[in-house]
């Protein structure tokens, strides 16, 4: 195994596998939807194209390279299919073309027989669809596990160092806010190296889809998504996890409505999230240094330049009547980290 933790965001090359290996049908999912791939297998041939392909597109790109196989449960796929993909993957590590390999499966296909299958391969993280931590929920869901698979395989994986990300979703069925608080601190119990927090969208063809029909699931509002995801990342912000993604990531199929029937998708849910937490930052400090003047000034990060200002300007419009300022300057200032803001004197 490669040495697991790099502090270093990676270069991602994304090889999915639609639904392949999944025992179960789980009620919020549609793959196809979400990865815009077909259901069909992926061949090793494939696998190796594509790579090749994203090698070219990568350029200068310092940030260490990862072939992620994800849309799928990738330990419940045939062994010998697992063997020919983690094979093929293998190659480019030891041509140091790619520097590892990860994937994402269920908790309960990790088990000792399949660590055995890919102990030997360059893999350095294995991420989790947890999703909740609430046996009923997780029945209702149909995901076909318990939460103590969740902790079990962490424990199995946690012993043979991998790096661990566990994903969960937010606005499930039967799971209100004080619900999927509780799965947060679950999974923070479970100390791994990162989480992916995704709000439950109601996508075409899935189960859940013909619940929304007929009036038994109603969906969250993108503005309750925003704020439950934003006390979760500050959540885990304080137990030093991690949150390295915020809402599905965008595609074609989703960002033109033809995937989702309803709920709260935004192609950029996780900078919604960021600007709600320096909205709530800026309210602070500047309720706090007691702002009574016209104009102000915020000084941030550069790279947290349009967190502060929100959406389409919204966070400087809203501190503006908030404050009764006749106007506010967002300054660029790179010795402040990029999660903090400075009121200017
Ligand atoms: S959520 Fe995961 S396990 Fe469930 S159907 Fe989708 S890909 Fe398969």
């Given at each position: ?7 270093r ?47 070219k597109y990568?350029g ?31 190659k ?36 989790i669809g ?18 103590s ?16 990300g ?5 606005g ?19 100390e ?29 509002s ?33 960002d ?11 192609p ?6 960021h ?5 709530d930052?800026?309210t ?19 790279k ?18 908030r ?12 010795s ?7 009121l200017?004197?």
């Amino acid at each position: 195994m490669v040495n697991p933790i790099s502090t270093r965001r990676p270069f991602i090359i994304p090889i999915f596998l639609p639904h392949a290996g999944c025992p179960h049908q789980c009620v919020f999912c549609n793959q196809t939807s979400i990865t815009g791939a077909q259901r069909d297998s992926v061949s090793p041939e494939k696998v190796e194209r594509q790579i090749h392909e994203f090698l070219k597109y990568k350029g200068n790109d310092r940030r260490p390279v990862q072939a992620a196989f994800y849309g799928g449960n990738f330990l419940g796929l045939e062994k010998e299919y697992i063997k020919r993909l983690l094979d093929v993957s293998a190659k480019f590590v030891k041509n140091k073309e790619i520097d590892a390999i990860r994937f994402s499966t269920r908790p309960d296909t990790i088990d000792h027989d399949r660590i055995e299958i890919i102990k030997n391969y360059p893999i350095t993280a294995v991420e989790i669809g947890v999703q909740s931590m609430d046996d009923g929920v997780l029945a209702m869901v149909k995901r076909g596990h318990s939460a103590s698979d969740t902790q079990k395989a962490v424990a199995l994986l946690q012993d043979r160092h991998y790096q661990i990300g566990l994903q969960m979703m937010v606005g499930l069925p039967e799971e209100d806010e004080a619900g999927s608080l509780s799965t947060a601190y679950r999974i923070g119990e479970l100390e791994p190296d990162f989480v992916r927090i995704y709000p439950t969208i109601v996508l075409k063809n899935s189960l859940l889809a013909r619940w929304y029909e007929n009036g038994t699931y109603r969906p969250w509002s993108l503005e309750r998504s925003i704020a439950h995801v934003k006390t979760l990342y500050l959540f885990f912000k304080k137990k030093n996890i991690p949150v390295i993604r915020m809402g599905l990531q965008a595609s074609e199929d989703l960002d033109s409505g033809a995937a989702v029937l309803a709920g709260p998708y935004h192609p950029a849910f996780g900078h919604l999230v960021h600007s709600e937490i320096f909205l709530d930052m800026a309210t602070e400090i500047m309720g706090h240094k007691s702002v009574s003047r016209d104009t102000a000034t915020l000084k941030v990060h550069p790279k947290s330049i349009s967190k502060m200002r929100g959406m389409k300007n919204s966070n400087v419009e809203t501190l503006k009547r908030r404050f009764r300022l006749q106007s506010l300057k967002i300054v660029p200032d790179s010795s402040l980290p990029e999660d903090t803001l400075a009121l200017s004197p």
